[in-house]
């Protein structure tokens, strides 16, 4: 009997310990948008989705858990890959507003499971796989980046801004600062590439990020069209 009993709660034990393992704790979001025209200006170019050219809109590159000291949890859970059918009735949505840009030409499916198992996972302890895709749809259309930036004249149409008006244009509306990362073309000049909102764990609340990626854009940037 004792051994039996010794046996049960080394299993309880164990159990405990594996679901620690698989829901990480986290600090806050990175909620990651991209925008197709720069994405498509590089070396490597891009190819549109199987289902046609995306809208000229920021696409959604991810929903990342990051912590207060700048590194992040990733691969957190092996056993809960990415599964399409959890999602079935966003598809369409995800494909409008999460589409692949990458070659060859996809679905996007791919693009999903990546974003799912190395990010999503370690977001488990907050959001199963739905529910992970379904925030990022919904602080996509909730946040409304590029409806902002043209109501502060702010258009993709290759002209230059600068990179204060994008960021002040932005945080008057949502209340906090954007990160806006960048990328060089091939003429020198420093492109508006994406831009990360920080959100608190519950995906609920924009914050004010509590760090931000390494990077640097200058003064004056360029806002490509696609």
């Not at 004249?153 to 230059?160: E, F, L, Y």
């Amino acid at each position: 009997m004792e051994v039996k009993l010794n046996l049960l709660i080394f299993s309880t034990v164990l159990q405990c310990l594996l679901v620690l393992c698989v829901a990480q704790d986290f600090d806050f979001f990175y909620f990651v948008q991209q925008w197709p025209g720069t994405y498509c200006d590089t070396d490597q170019s891009c190819c549109y989705p199987t289902y046609g050219k995306p809208a000229s809109d920021f696409g959604i590159h991810g929903l990342w858990p990051n912590y207060n000291d700048g590194s992040y949890p990733f691969n957190c859970d092996s056993s809960n890959p990415f599964d399409e059918s959890q999602i079935s009735d966003l598809v369409s949505r995800m494909q409008e507003h999460w589409p692949s840009l990458s070659c060859p030409s996809s679905n996007g499916t791919t693009f999903w499971s990546h974003e799912w198992n190395k990010h999503g996972t370690c977001s488990e302890s907050v959001l199963n796989q739905h529910a992970y895709f379904k925030l990022a749809l919904d602080l996509k259309d909730n946040l409304g980046i590029l409806q902002i930036l043209q109501g502060a004249g702010i258009q993709p149409d290759d002209g230059s801004y600068s990179l204060s008006s994008l960021k002040d244009a932005i945080k008057g509306e949502i209340g906090a600062t954007p990160y806006i990362e960048c990328s060089t073309d091939s003429s020198g000049n420093s492109q508006l590439y994406q831009i990360y909102v920080c959100v608190d764990t519950s995906g609920s609340n924009v914050i004010e990020c509590p760090v931000t990626p390494s990077g640097k854009c200058s003064s004056s940037i360029v806002f490509p069209s696609f």
